[in-house]
């Protein structure tokens, strides 16, 4: 049962290059959609997140871009750098009184110099 | 600052023996969440706890369960454990601020059952 898909499994851009990474997803209930990174051997921790109510959110050179009728968003990294090598996830939460947040496999970064 | 801690950092276990995995956090975080991660899977939800009492399953919850006595500990059990159970699993606890949520993981617990 995957609710939230995402693609590619796997990406690799050039130092300076645009990264985009897609998600997709089927519930309409999903009321809040962030994005997490995680390096290797550390914990997933938040990138920036976006609610349906917008379709963009920028955050210096991560920007959310979402689309409600396609019911997809992606992550654009600008000006990619090495350090943003790490595998990122997308995710959808549920709202309501047991809402819950529900991960993608996830996009396995390299970004090379 | 916001500090989520788990215990054992690693767990050799071998199969049908009970494990008990702990999770703690200092904020007094209503809700918390057991995943587990593997390669190629990212991370799958097992379980929520909404507070105290509070819990509900998430998506992969089959041979697992949880217990939440008091709002800073949640544990993850795991009766009679199966090989198909290997994994890293991360506790997080949820924050809400200023409109957006963040949850904070744990450094996760390396589970190895033979």
């Known amino acids: 049962q995957q609710q939230v898909r995402q693609s590619p499994q796997s990406l690799t851009v050039w130092e300076g290059e645009t990264a985009i990474l897609n998600c997709s997803y089927e519930?309409?209930?999903?009321?809040?959609f962030p994005w997490y990174h995680q390096f290797p051997g550390e914990s997933p921790a938040l990138l920036i997140a976006?609610?349906?109510?917008?379709n963009k959110k920028e955050d210096g050179r991560f920007t959310i871009f979402f689309n409600k009728r396609e019911k997809k968003f992606s992550l654009h990294i600008a000006d990619s750098q090495p350090g943003d090598s790490a595998t990122y996830f997308c995710?959808?939460?549920?709202?309501?009184?047991?809402?819950?947040?529900?991960f993608g496999k996830g996009t396995k970064l390299s970004v090379k110099s | 600052d916001m500090k989520v801690t788990q215990m054992p950092r690693y767990l050799i276990k071998r199969m049908g023996e009970n494990v008990l995995l702990e999770c703690g956090q200092d904020?007094?975080?209503?809700?918390m969440y057991w995943y587990r991660q593997d390669p190629g899977l990212g991370l799958q939800l097992i379980y929520i706890?909404?507070?105290?009492?509070?819990?509900s399953e998430g998506d992969i919850p089959k041979g697992y369960r949880v217990s939440r006595k008091k709002r800073e500990h949640f544990s993850l059990i795991l009766d009679s454990a199966k090989t198909n159970q290997t994994s890293v699993y991360f506790c997080?606890?949820?924050?809400?601020?200023?409109?957006?949520?963040?949850?904070?993981f744990g450094s996760g617990t390396r589970l190895t059952v033979l």
């Open positions: 997080a606890s949820s924050f809400w601020g200023s409109s957006a949520e963040t949850l904070y």
């Open positions: 519930d309409s209930t999903f009321d809040y």
């Open positions: 976006i609610r349906p109510v917008s």
């Open positions: 995710a959808a939460r549920t709202g309501g009184s047991n809402a819950k947040l529900t």
């Open positions: 904020m007094s975080h209503e809700t």
């Open positions: 706890s909404y507070d105290v009492d509070s819990n």
